[in-house]
């Protein structure tokens, strides 16, 4: 079956760094896109950003670009995201999502989270002084 753990998350200061991991297993890992999304305490499940398949292509939200870093490792099943310049408001639940689709040019078709079918438990990130 199809399992996504991620893991990485933690406390942080401001301006600090992180980075996430999601391990996958149960499916062909290099076939399918895959994104970030995160909810932070009363508000909605947010994405944050996606990569293709083959990691060719990338996508950010405009509230973490040029800040966060999305990669991947396909000879690994392994999913990143890299934090830098954290900042409070970056505080939430972060979680990893399977794509339906292996790549889709457009950031817009990244963000719809009807696109996804799978996500792990979620990590943590607690960004504070």
């Known amino acids: 079956q199809v399992q996504l753990v991620e893991s990485g998350g933690g406390l942080a200061q401001p301006g600090g760094s992180l980075r996430l991991s999601c391990a996958a297993s149960?499916?062909?890992?290099?076939?399918?896109?895959m994104s970030w999304a995160r909810q932070a305490p009363g508000k909605g499940l947010e994405w944050v950003s996606g990569?293709?398949?083959?990691?060719?292509?990338?996508y950010y939200a405009d509230s973490v670009k040029g800040r966060f870093t999305i990669s991947r490792d396909n000879a690994k099943n392994t999913l990143y995201l890299q934090m830098n310049s954290l900042k409070p408001e970056d505080t939430a639940l972060y979680y990893c999502?399977?794509?339906?689709?292996?790549?889709?040019?457009?950031?817009?078709?990244?963000?719809?989270?009807?696109?996804?079918?799978?996500w792990g438990q979620g990590t943590q990130v607690t960004v504070s002084s």
């Open positions: 990569i293709y398949s083959d990691g060719s292509d990338t």
């Open positions: 149960g499916f062909t890992f290099s076939s399918y896109a």
């Open positions: 999502a399977k794509g339906t689709f292996s790549s889709y040019s457009g950031s817009y078709y990244y963000a719809n989270l009807g696109n996804y079918d799978y």
